[in-house]
């Protein structure tokens, strides 16, 4: 089956240099030049590709070579063993690769490829030398998987069983174009990727963690980690999440520890889609947060991994009429989720905030109760607001996801409630007490510690300013005389 491509797409996706520059390559090297893969499938779905990936019978880097010298544009080689480079000139990225794997045609390439989306081509040598004629005659689409049915189909398809074979990366990718695509895979891939899973742990943990992180930043992860659950591909990627199935709990709770984790990533996608629903009020530095490079991805992270402590801290209390706890689950699950990250090698910045998010992610419930019993503090607040400093808008957010994933009948019914009215009253705190004191001169300081009360440097000096500071928000201390009166106290306190 042929399908047939508005020339004009191609004319819009090729600027005129790069064209000319295309043309007079062509006329030099001779061969056979494809549009392929990617930017084929973007094309076809009416988005504009973020790449140009081109395919060449032979020489692609002799193409690659040529452009980068006429463009002035920089030339990256890709892969030891692969005829295949990169050029980035004046904002664009342009792939070159030749026919894979000893392939004779474009139509044994395609076929070698990942996906039946990603396996069509359009043939752009004849098109290129059309110098000022107006592009009248569609281009016909080589598509020898069918990916084109594909797309109009909704349907993730593996070019082949052996695909998953020749790079086990596609087990994970075959998710990931049905997340961001919002597609369902065809049974038969399933099937593969079943009977080929153990295969994923052999490529680059930088890899998997690309794909994974491309899945959580699709909005629809939640369903996605659920369908790689089901084929085992999740637990051969993150066993610690495996050790939450059927593992039961409190009854606040009306899911097991594993389904309540994807419950709550999927509140989390429902969250960040309108925040102001659940925080209406105060909720300017919950927004200003969000708007933080790779933030929503991070959140929902933190939202599947929050209670992977709960495992390891499972127990049944006898003296309190068999009870589940999870005693501490929320800094043994911080401990546990970095060494995922360490494993997948993720950066320090991302690892560090998702474990703070995690090992505090318990604070605004405990907040929340006091709260609800009437006896909530300014100082309660301002510990809380120092403690989670800039990750207080992300804890507020994966507490109310974790509420909401919570349905069972002992929850308290008004949480998220509670949760969003707590939320903009420590934002008043924070403003009214917290920002005025962290935007002045400190009343005291380290070198005050030394001259004036004769203290020697030590680890305690950070707790004695701290406590300064604190009484300062509080209004307890409003003079550097005050402030020195009370880190006298707070010295002697610690001891020598």
């Known amino acids: ?39 084929v499938r973007d094309l076809l779905l009416g988005k504009p590709p973020q790449d140009i990936d081109l395919c060449v019978n032979r020489e692609a880097r002799s193409w690659a070579e040529n452009l980068a010298a ?13 005829d295949a480079a990169r050029v980035v000139s004046r904002g664009l990225t342009v792939d070159f690769s030749s026919f894979r794997r000893g392939a004779a045609t474009i139509v044994e390439d395609l076929r070698l490829r990942d996906l039946s989306i990603n396996a069509m081509a359009l043939r752009l040598d004849n098109l290129l030398h059309r110098e000022g004629e107006s592009p ?17 189909n909704g349907v993730i398809r593996a070019a082949g069983p052996q695909s998953f074979i020749d790079d086990p990366l596609r087990l994970l990718r075959a998710f990931r174009f049905a997340a961001s695509l919002g597609f369902s895979i065809d049974a038969q891939s399933v099937g593969w990727i079943r009977q080929f ?46 050790a939450g199935v059927e593992m039961e709990q409190p009854a606040s709770h009306h899911l097991d520890v594993f389904g309540h984790s994807l419950e709550a990533l999927a509140q989390m996608e429902r969250i960040l889609e309108n925040p102001r629903l659940w925080f209406p009020r105060n909720n300017e530095s919950l927004l200003v947060s969000l708007q933080q490079p790779a933030m929503h991805r991070l959140l929902c992270w933190a939202a599947l991994m929050h209670d992977l402590g709960k495992p390891p801290t499972y127990a049944r209390r006898v003296e309190k009429d068999n009870r589940i706890t999870f005693y501490h689950h929320d800094h043994v699950g911080a401990r546990v989720f970095a060494t995922y990250a360490q494993r997948f090698r993720w950066s320090n910045e991302d690892r560090e905030l998702v474990s703070r998010l995690i090992s505090h992610h318990m604070r605004p419930f405990f907040l929340a109760n006091v709260a609800r019993d009437g006896h909530l503090t300014l100082r309660a607040c301002i510990r809380l607001l120092r403690k989670a400093g800039d990750i207080l808008p992300g804890l507020f957010l994966l507490a109310m996801a974790d509420s909401l994933a919570g349905q069972g009948e002992a929850r308290v019914v008004d949480m998220e409630q509670e949760l ?24 005291i300081n380290g070198h005050d510690l030394i001259k004036e009360l004769h203290l020697q440097p030590s680890p305690i000096f950070k707790s004695i300013l701290g406590a300064v500071e604190e009484a300062h928000m509080e209004g307890l201390v409003a003079t550097r005389s005050e402030a020195l009166t009370l880190a006298k106290t707070v010295a002697a306190q610690k001891g020598p």
């Open 70 to 82: 006429r463009s002035g544009g920089a030339l990256v080689p890709l892969g030891r063993e692969e």
């Open 1 to 39: 089956m042929t399908f047939h491509v508005d020339p004009r797409q191609i004319e819009v996706l090729l600027p005129p240099w790069l064209k000319r520059h295309l043309r007079d390559i062509h006329s030099h090297l001779g061969g056979e030049l494809y549009l392929a893969g990617g930017v």
């Open 420 to 443: 969003g009215d707590l939320y903009a009253h420590l934002e008043q705190v924070r403003l009214d007490h917290v920002a005025p004191v962290k935007s002045a001169k400190p009343l």
């Open 136 to 152: 009248k005659s569609a281009l016909v689409l080589i598509d020898p998987t069918l990916g084109r049915a594909d797309l109009e």
């Open 197 to 242: 899973g153990d295969l994923i742990v052999r490529p680059a943990p930088e890899r998997i963690a690309h794909e994974l992180d491309l899945i959580m930043d699709s909005g629809h992860s939640a369903g996605t980690m659920s369908q790689m659950a089901t084929t085992g591909l999740l637990w051969a990627l993150i066993p610690e999440l495996a």
